[in-house]
T-cell receptor, first 109, second 112 residues
Framework: GQNIDQPTEMTATEGAIVQINCTYQTSGFNGLFWYQQHAGEAPTFLSYNVLDGLEEKGRFSSFLSRSKGYSYLLLKELQMKDSASYLCAVRGGNNRLAFGKGNQVVVIP | DVKVTQSSRYLVKRTGEKVFLECVQDMDHENMFWYRQDPGLGLRLIYFSYDVKMKEKGDIPEGYSVSREKKERFSLILESASTNQTSMYLC???????????FGPGTRLLVL
């Protein structure tokens, strides 16, 4: 089976840095994805990690530790438009994606 | 840009009706997926397909069937809609490698 855990909600101030954590337990591991989903819209792809370490993409970075079953998404210089749900998804040994329930980030002025 | 489209954004159906949800992608992706998303439960995989005329059950296939007659089109069928199938339905597609999934805009289905 697969289990993906994310905190449900966090609030942060515009301009700040926020870290969104994801822990997982899966049968096999073939990569971890982060998606952003605005209310009422479809998820959009943010990042992909398959090896340990940090992947940086502009204001967004994603980190993976396979031995700890842990990833985080780092959002820097927060903007109001970053208010969204952030979904962690793991591709297990069966090559299917298992999604976490999402972490709702609320950005306040 | 990858484009995944779904036939309807909003749909209202009655219990017992047959419902067709269509998904089309224009990137020649091999893989296509149907999910439903419910508050507190996250995204759950209903069915997926790795090739034309191929289909595999996901985690919650009961009450659903699918059809993939052409590579670009993947249909989800609710043979006899029930109120517990009220949900947001999301279609996604991907290449084999990398297997990043791209999502359509979603169909919000209400079954009365």
């Amino acid at each position: 089976g697969q289990n993906i855990d994310q905190p449900t909600e966090m609030t942060a101030t515009e301009g700040a840095i926020v870290q969104i954590n994801c822990t997982y337990q899966t049968s096999g591991f073939n990569g971890l994805f982060w998606y952003q989903q605005h209310a009422g819209e479809a998820p959009t792809f943010l990042s992909y990690n398959v090896l340990d370490g940090l992947e940086e993409k502009g204001r967004f970075s994603s980190f993976l530790s396979r031995s700890k079953g842990y990833s985080y998404l780092l959002l820097k210089e927060l903007q109001m438009k970053d208010s969204a749900s952030y979904l962690c998804a793991v591709r297990g040994g069966n090559n299917r994606l298992a999604f976490g329930k999402g972490n709702q980030v609320v950005v306040i002025p | 840009d990858v484009k995944v489209t779904q036939s309807s954004r909003y749909l209202v159906k009655r219990t017992g009706e047959k419902v067709f949800l269509e998904c089309v992608q224009d990137m020649d992706h091999e893989n296509m997926f149907w999910y439903r998303q419910d508050p507190g439960l996250g995204l759950r995989l209903i069915y997926f397909s790795y090739d034309v005329k191929m289909k595999e059950k996901g985690d919650i296939p009961e009450g659903y069937s699918v059809s993939r007659e052409k590579k670009e089109r993947f249909s989800l069928i609710l043979e006899s809609a029930s109120t517990n199938q009220t949900s947001m339905y999301l279609c996604a597609s991907s290449w084999n490698e990398p297997e990043t999934q791209y999502f359509g805009p979603g169909t919000r289905l209400l079954v009365l």
